[in-house]
């Protein structure tokens, strides 16, 4: 006898467990290290540093479940939100923050 998966609470297919590439740009050609910070990788600024491309501009592609997201830039040690964000939000300190859908 076989049990589905619905009658023993097995998620591990669901939809907020799988992950989607995210790619994050920032134009700061006169920056020396880039990382992305947030709620996804409890603001480590060693969990995501971003990679400079030839034409000055900042990528990182960062794995993400289904739902919103908040996330800054930290630009050699200075945190700043994305210009090109989906969204803004204040995070529980009252700063502003980023914010990125993940369907």
């Keep these: 006898m076989s049990i589905s998966t619905e009658s023993r609470g097995d998620d591990r297919y669901s939809a907020r467990k799988m992950t989607k590439p995210v790619n994050f740009f920032l134009t700061a050609p006169q920056a020396r290290t880039v990382s992305v ?8 600024p060693a969990a995501n540093p971003m990679q400079r491309r030839v034409d000055g501009a900042w990528f990182a592609q960062i794995p ?13 040690g200075q945190q700043q939100t994305d ?16 914010l990125v859908a993940v369907s």
């Design 83 to 98: 210009p090109q964000a989906m969204g803004m939000a204040h995070d529980e300190h009252g700063g502003k923050v980023s």
């Design 37 to 44: 910070i947030g709620d996804f990788n409890k603001w480590d």
């Design 64 to 76: 993400l479940t289904h739902g919103h997201h908040q996330y800054q830039f930290l630009v050699d």
